[in-house]
């Protein structure tokens, strides 16, 4: 096995020297021919009764060298041209497999878990070293996702942990009390229940953000008015609870996308707006065609978030301090999944800080023209 490898390695390299010798050869063949036949040609055109011993070049005097000789030396030098083009062509093999070589063996060490070596190929610049620095982008992101995958899952296990810890609490309390009546039981069921939704939706949202980043699975025509003012009827009690106006100005916006992702982003951010909000907030939702773009609008009152903070509320398991996390409703994930299906979509996603209080994120989506019903339609 390990012949059969090496020899496999090695197949590149005996192709480019041979490929290289054959290069060398051809060229010594072809200057001497270049040389050889005109002087041939002079030799025959010499007068017969001249002597065989005079030269083809020389002084007149006997001196130099024949035709014979010439061509017996030219056969020799091709001989003898043969092992010289192959040690050649070997020799520039290795040296333009040289780089190969290294980002062979790098790659190989990535491979086995070290994330963090890269190439480094430097100077000169070339098509190898071009590949060189393509492959150090590469691992660069490669690194960054596996990362990210990692924290990812870290969050996820805290998250889900949490909770599970708190209803083993609640339960062993509840079964430790020997007198524990009725009510109290009822009372320790309830919280039970109310921690069992809560994982509920944080496995759901999981779900939704797994979904939304494996990207658009089909693409139909929808208008966003009908998408956000069906999210609105759904979250208007919620937002009555919490004495929050929540009112939408929609006019149609038609675009195309998956409508589950599509109507799952809209459900998160009026949901973020609700839920990081103050009692006598408002939420504003706005749909609208701009140009040969459908543009979604959400706009609510709450807190001040700091500008430079903006974009970590996008990333999961993200919230900016314990006062946004909205109680047990709020699992840092919801702009996450926005983010998620923005990008599945090749949107534009737009977040800015209100002055006054709260954030005003708008969602450009490429416009879709609806074909027709009405056969007198121009």
Known sequence: MTAQRLAAKRSLQKRLALAYAAGIYAAGVFVLVFVDVPLAGIYAAQPVGRPSSSAITGNGSGSGISLPQLLAGSAVALVVLIPVALALGWFVAGRFLRPLRAITSTAKVISAGDLHRRLDLGEPMDELTELGHTLDDLFARLQASFDAQRHFVANASHELRTPLAGLRTLLEVALADPDADADSLRSACQEALALGGHQERLVHALLALATSERGVARWDTLDLARLAEGVLASRR????????????????????????LIESLVANLIDNAIRHNHRGGHVRITTQTSGTQAVLTVTNSGPVVPGDQIQRLFEPFQRLARDRHGGRDGHGLGLAIVHAVTRAHHAALTAVARPEGGLSITVRFASQRVPSTDPGAP
């Open 237 to 260: 009690r919620q937002a009555t609870q919490k004495g929050i106006d929540l009112a939408g100005h929609l006019t149609p916006a038609v675009t195309a996308g998956d409508p589950k």
